[in-house]
């Protein structure tokens, strides 16, 4: 797509003010980085709060009536008609051999007194997923009147709480609908770093005024997606298209954990039978976080090899981790064995050695109960 047919998100102007470096993505202009850089913005994130405007991404709502629920449950594999409202669901859109259309945060709201399925979206994935969606869905609205907020960090809490009522969003993944300005916004504890934060679709009339007040504490610092990326990095969060894509199941990319497993048993869920298969089965690919042994600048695609020099896996992510200091990476290793001796990635013609790291690289922060 060229540059003259990027969207724009909502608040483009204010960014542009604000000194943002845009970049493409997804079929948008988005701020990649600010003034202070994307390592200063990073860490700013792991220790005091970051401001990321992340509107590009796709929102839905569905009325949870049966028969949007049971088809919804071809393709996603949660028990949608039982899960806990009030609460955000990691999951997927799944294809007929089990792959990933695309993975989403999913959760029940109550909106004037009816239960809607609230969806967030890749914004590479919106036009697949809207199609989808039209398809099997019966009342749905697509939301394009509302801007997408993270506020991420340590201090998130103590900042929005000034002027936030929080108390129903205590704890990580809890999902409500509060009041700012007279306008109701939805508000998750939740996000894509690591750490501690808030999730928050705004209308768009409020969106300004509300990262105003957030940028009024000194903690608070725009961010954009360069350090998002990094940040997820570390944390060993999976990225469309990288970690995760339509040729790749849930179990394969270590997810298991988000899968209903009575669902499996499902003959109408959408790759059932291959992935309780694959849950039987030892993997024929399994993800892997990596470091190199020397200063190894680790890249998305570079191929790893095992000590006899032969192809045995992809790095999906690499970047520069603030936090550690050195390089760090997500990948796939084909038919892994505990017996593997060293790996290497190629650089320049030369083989560098890199070991396996436990996933995530750093600790993460939620919020889960006192």
Not at 206 to 231: M, P, T, W
Not at 252 to 263: E, G, T, V, Y
Not at 298 to 305: A, I, K, Q
């Amino acid at each position: 797509m060229s540059d003259k047919a990027l969207k724009n998100i909502f608040l483009n102007k204010f960014h542009q003010e604000n000194g943002a470096k845009f970049v493409p993505f997804a079929g948008y202009e988005m701020p990649i980085n600010y003034k202070k850089g994307i390592i200063n913005e990073h860490l700013h994130v792991r220790e005091k709060i970051g401001i990321f405007d992340v509107s590009h991404m796709g929102q839905i709502l569905i009325p949870a009536n049966d028969k949007n629920i049971s088809e919804l449950e071809i393709y996603i594999p949660l028990n949608l008609k039982n899960i806990q409202s009030n609460k955000c669901h990691y999951s997927f859109i799944l294809n007929k051999e089990g792959g990933i259309v695309d993975d989403i945060m999913l959760s029940k709201i109550s909106i004037n007194n009816k239960e809607n399925i609230y969806v967030v979206y890749n914004a590479s994935r919106k036009k697949i997923l809207n199609e989808i969606f039209s398809n099997i869905c019966e009342n749905y609205f697509i939301i394009n009147n509302r801007c997408l907020i993270a506020i991420q960090g340590p201090s998130s809490y103590l900042i929005l709480k000034d002027f936030l009522d929080l108390s129903k969003v205590t704890n990580f993944l809890d999902i409500n609908i509060i009041q700012y300005e007279d306008s109701n916004i939805y508000i998750s504890r939740s996000g894509y770093t690591g750490e501690d934060g808030f999730e928050i679709s705004i209308p768009n009339e409020n969106a300004l005024s509300f990262v105003n007040h957030i940028l009024k504490n000194e903690n608070a610092l725009l961010c954009g997606l360069g350090c998002r990326d990094s940040l997820r990095v570390e944390a060993g969060l999976s990225l469309y298209g990288n970690e995760i894509n339509e040729n790749i199941t849930p179990i394969q990319a270590n997810l298991s954990w988000a899968l209903d497993k009575k669902r499996l048993e499902d003959i109408y869920l959408n790759g059932a039978n291959i992935l309780l298969k694959q849950l039987k089965t030892a993997k024929d690919m399994t993800k892997i976080g990596i470091t190199p042994v020397n200063k190894t600048m680790l890249r998305n695609n570079m191929t790893l090899y095992s000590n006899e020099k032969k192809e045995i896996g992809y790095i999906t992510s690499g970047c520069f981790s603030p936090v550690l200091k050195k390089s760090i990476g997500m990948g796939y290793l084909y038919n892994f064995n505990n017996n593997l001796d060293k790996l290497y990635v190629k650089v320049r013609g030369d083989f560098e050695e890199v070991i396996i790291n436990n996933i995530p690289f750093v600790k993460k922060n939620y919020k889960k109960g006192d």
